[in-house]
């Protein structure tokens, strides 16, 4: 398996903005998942997004795959405070390699 | 749905002792699951692979002799830390692959270890 390294590390930003972050792996994949963990708790599966498709929207989450560049990113619009956490990415299926993710503080 | 309860949620041990945690699927089987290790500050590290029925699989490093995985039902997996060390204190996640899906794979909540 191949884990996803997330850029940046960190981001913080006022309530209300947008945040984005960005995934890239090496090898082709079949389908990338977004994940978030808060402070101390286990991940939460936000968005699977297939290799043909281009664009997923969930809720204020939209997520986008560019396979010709192997890199997919992450927008999470209009930030709350509930949306500080960290998030990785994870190429592929079976077995789920994790990068350092990126941690957002969304400041009030 | 796709519900995966760990347990217990936090446990504190004396060095040398063993102590076991609980993953279950609660409203799906799965015939996978995985335990994830994750120290302060770190991502988590995958330690194996558990598959209903059959051995764990081990990631390169990990002493299966030390951390023993019983996948006895498509919806329980259990970790064993045997002999546990103020080294092994970490955060243990387990997720669980519903085998009615392809990809999606589910978090536990996590079990917080500390070995004194």
């Known amino acids: 398996s191949q884990q996803g390294e997330e850029d940046p590390q960190a981001l913080s930003i006022q309530e209300g903005e947008n945040a984005t972050m960005n995934c890239s792996y090496k090898?082709?994949?079949?389908?990338l998942q977004w994940y978030r963990q808060n402070s101390g708790r286990g991940l939460v599966h936000l968005i699977l997004?297939?290799?043909?498709?281009r664009e997923k929207h969930s809720g204020r989450l939209r997520v986008t795959l560019d396979t010709s560049k192997k890199s997919s990113s992450l927008l999470i619009t209009a930030s709350r405070a509930a949306d500080t956490a960290s998030y990785f990415c994870?190429?592929?299926?079976?077995?789920?390699?994790f990068g350092a993710g990126t941690t957002v503080t969304v400041r009030a | 749905g796709a519900v995966v309860s760990q347990h217990p949620s936090w446990v504190i041990c004396k060095s040398g002792t063993s102590v076991k945690i609980e993953c279950r699927s609660l409203?799906?089987?799965?015939?996978?699951m995985f335990w994830y290790r994750q120290f302060p500050k770190q991502s988590l590290m995958l330690m194996a692979t558990?598959?209903?029925?059959?051995?764990?699989?081990?990631e390169q490093g990990v002493e299966k002799d030390k951390f023993l995985i019983n996948h006895a039902s498509l919806t329980l997996s259990t970790l064993t830390v045997t002999s546990a060390h103020p080294e092994d204190s970490s955060f243990y996640i387990c997720?669980?692959?519903?085998?009615?899906?392809?990809?999606?794979?589910?978090f536990g909540p996590g079990t917080r270890l500390t070995v004194t």
């Open positions: 997720s669980a692959r519903d085998r009615g899906l392809t990809y999606e794979q589910y």
């Open positions: 090898t082709s994949i079949n389908n």
């Open positions: 997004i297939r290799s043909n498709e």
């Open positions: 994870a190429p592929n299926d079976y077995k789920l390699s």
């Open positions: 409203d799906f089987q799965a015939t996978t």
């Open positions: 558990s598959n209903e029925g059959s051995k764990a699989t081990y």
